[in-house]
């Protein structure tokens, strides 16, 4: 024992101790899967299964869909997961009540405002048939729309690009690594971190966000004018539940207003910009459907008609290669769900508080589902196709009480500027552009570097393609 170093025996007991304690901590939530039967990757202390089998998480998740089929087990850090591709076990975690967890005509107008900026400020580009980067024209139009429709803001980011808006959203998601890690290690320092103002979210971006919206509420306080936009909802929400003394439904609360407000605006900015710049990339590598497209378009919109929400909405084909593209790339990558009692569905037991995971990103790509699921077909959801998908398999937006409440805004932002581009441009691969792309391994489903492309005008004389569909 000579060559220890010389330590007291309750020093030595110290030690042993801890090392002992610091072990079981970070293993004592692992096994769990083991118990009910479930299949599971080796999980390592600390770490859990994170990166076991992909570094990017929505890619892991395919990969063990392929090795365990319809459920496994996973650890993100310490915290047990169970994730579910089973189609019925779906519809009773989305939508039975056992698991936790607008669009009008003006709002219309005000996207039309900002499209007719978007066409133009490609048309240098096109001419010069130059390569451009496609999050720098969709990311301006989503989050000039988010901003006008929510906040009653004309930002115009397309004159502006570096503006104090443009500069914080693209920083708001980006997480803090080191906290993360923390959080999922050490769970009971959250309380902690929150009254020491720590946060996952960039917190310049955070605060940016916070005082400008906060500004505008109290301007709207000051004014007897009203907007008529989302901010304005819910500020009427909370003053209705104010003059009704309604303590059941006491409305919503400064806090909660602008939160909503805050994340209304960039998380729809981030996950439009990102539908549109993947949408684009698929139909530039696959031009004979870029151009069947364009077909409906014109004759839809003859002579370059102005784009009216009825007529957008009974597009089919159109309304078909949307619906692809998000099934390739779901905005998000996951819906997550937790267990309020413990429940047995279809012979699988889920204890209470366990934290119940749905793999959008994977089951978009599940062969048994999709045939030839790296393929982009947009026949798969015609008129005649559709009735035959069940509707728990495909999930962009969730399903059930809580599935995603900007729905159909998004959807007519998304074919809105689609539409109105693909009347003037085409779009094609180059050199610059990656195939296939290198997803990026945080936040919400996007890829590493910028979708690269080159942008043409139309040629005048339409394809003969015969029909859409």
């Not at 610091?22 to 990757?41: A, D, H, N, Q």
């Not at 003006?106 to 580009?125: D, P, Y």
Request: proline share 6%.
């Amino acid at each position: 024992m000579s060559f220890l170093p010389f330590f007291s025996l309750e020093t030595w007991i110290l030690l042993i101790s801890f090392l002992f304690l610091f072990v079981m901590y970070g293993t004592w939530t692992f096994g769990v899967f083991e118990k009910l039967g479930i299949p599971c990757s080796k999980p390592l202390m600390y770490w859990g299964t994170t990166g076991r089998d992909h570094q990017v998480y929505y890619l892991a998740d395919a990969v063990c869909a392929q090795k365990y089929g319809k459920i496994w087990g996973m650890y993100e850090l310490r915290k047990p997961i169970l994730a579910v591709m089973d189609p019925d076990m779906i519809k009773t975690i989305l939508v039975k009540e056992c698991f936790t967890y607008f669009t009008n005509r003006r709002m219309f107008v005000l996207m039309k405002h900002h499209s007719a900026r978007l066409t133009e400020n490609l048309q240098t580009k096109a001419e010069q048939d130059e390569v451009i980067c496609i999050k720098d024209y969709f990311g301006a139009y989503s989050l000039d729309v988010m901003a006008s429709c929510a906040l009653s803001v004309d930002l115009d980011s397309f004159k502006d690009p570096s503006g104090p808006f443009s500069t914080h959203a693209g920083k708001l998601f980006q997480f803090s690594v080191l906290l993360f890690l923390f959080q999922g290690f050490f769970p009971f320092f959250i309380p902690l971190l929150n009254l020491l103002g720590a946060s996952l979210f960039n917190k310049s971006a955070s605060a940016f966000f916070k005082t400008v919206v906060e500004n505008m509420r109290a301007e709207r306080n000051n004014s007897s004018k009203h907007s008529r936009d989302v901010f304005q909802y819910m500020i009427n929400t909370q003053t209705a539940s104010h003059y009704k003394k309604d303590s059941q439904n006491s409305g919503l609360t400064d806090h909660e207003i602008i939160s909503q407000a805050t994340m209304f605006v960039f998380a729809g900015y981030e996950t439009s910009s990102a539908t549109l710049c993947f949408l684009v990339y698929c139909l530039a590598r696959n031009p004979k459907i870029m151009k069947c497209l364009q077909k409906e378009i014109d004759a839809t919109f003859p002579n370059k008609d102005p784009v009216t929400y009825e007529a957008l909405m009974q597009m089919e084909y159109l309304d078909s290669v949307v619906n692809e593209g998000l099934r390739l790339y779901p905005p998000l990558a996951r819906l997550e769900r937790m267990a309020k009692e413990t429940v047995k569905i279809n012979g699988t037991t889920i204890p209470k508080g366990m934290l119940v995971m749905v793999p959008v990103y994977a089951l978009h790509r599940d062969s048994d589902l999709w045939p030839e699921p790296e393929e982009f077909k947009p026949e798969r959801f015609s008129k005649e196709n559709k009735q035959s998908i069940n509707p728990y398999t495909y999930l962009p937006f969730g399903i059930g009480p809580r599935n995603c409440l900007g729905m159909r805004f998004a959807m007519a932002l998304v074919k809105l500027a689609l539409v109105e581009v693909l009347q003037t441009y085409s779009f094609e691969v180059c050199q610059e552009t990656e195939i296939p792309l290198q997803m990026d391994p945080q936040g919400l489903v996007k890829p590493l570097r910028p979708i690269k492309l080159k942008v043409a005008k139309r040629c005048t004389e339409a394809a003969n393609l015969g029909n859409f569909d």
